[in-house]
């Protein structure tokens, strides 16, 4: 339904100033609810036309008439821009807000995707240094969907920070998990427009946070791995083609290494260091925090990098490693490479980080604290999400307490 909309100006008879002056004064009314406010404008009331709201010309001289109307006109037409603003950002115009916006009260310049464009726009110029081009696109994806839900759910190409209350949270959030996201992807949406209103908060363009009311949740997830038994087929498998033969290795390299697929993409000859107990070491940083990683390199990764060396010695220190594809294509072939062994698990590269966490290490005794560190993880929990104890570890804790507990004996 179309919103009415008017300014109305009138004089203020019951307030007579010295001189028989009456202050002019202005409605404005919206959906049938007005808000009056004061134009600081005076005029002797028999000089009004209130028909047409202006001064007659026969008030004072045609100088002083002209001043006032000119006045006027330049008060309805801020008005009526205020109210076109406030369509196109707001999620709903009232009379007071728009009387609050041209008294001074509050201001229009702040919106939501402009805020956003500058996030963008700021990741942008990080991108490779201190944040991964991955994380970027996230960040725009999230863009895309909150701008169609604005022009979906509200007819709007942006919308004012001060807008954003519970009722929008919630309804973006619905409208995520409506749209193809599943609830941990929605959740990680939120966060992303979190930290857009975050910013805005401590920049003082808003006065509250939104979200303090709000309660973004993730769901926990049984994140996948293979067993050992699952990796050594894998291992073992003669694959009919080359380029699933390369997939294969770079895919049992981060089994054993748990670097991430950019971090595998980006390794090369000067992150293969020395370390204080005389082996090799791989010494990097994750391209997604900039955190420090220091994995060893055990005998099977260390095989593979030995597999694609490079006979010139004076190839460059900076040339990859491994032949590494893009992430799409090495997803596409694991699931070959799936198939082929007969793993029914959808095979992707991030499961090789999962299967360092649970298979390689957690399960053959690594300390979670290790492991997490060779993970480039900042804080335990991350780990805790990664990695778990599975039954076999489980067992075989249970049954070296068996062995120790086995002398003591109770007479019964």
Known sequence: MKSTFSVYFYLKKGDLLTGGYAPI????????????????????????????????RTYGSSAKSKEINDRLGFIKAKIEEIYDKMRKHDLYVTAEKVKNVFCGHTILEHTLMKQWEKHLENLRKAEGVTISHASVQKYQRNYNHLKKFLREEYKLSDVSLLEINHAFLTGYEYYLRTHGCNPNTAAKFMQGLHTIVIAAHKNGLIIRDPFCEFKIKLEPVDRGYLTMHEVRLIMAKKFPCKRLTQVRDIFIFSCFTGLAYIDVKKLVREKIQEGLDGQLWIMTKRGKTGTDVKVPLLGVPLAILEKYKDTDESSELSKPLLPVLSNQKMNSYLKEIGDLCGIEKNLTFHLARHTFATTITLTNGVPIETVSKMLGHTNLRTTQIYARVVNEKMGNDMAMLASKLGEIKMAL
């Open 25 to 56: 004064m202005g409605r404005i009314t919206i959906d049938g609810v007005s808000k009056q406010f004061a134009t600081q404008l005076k005029v002797i009331s028999e000089h009004w036309n209130q028909k047409f709201q202006q001064v007659e």
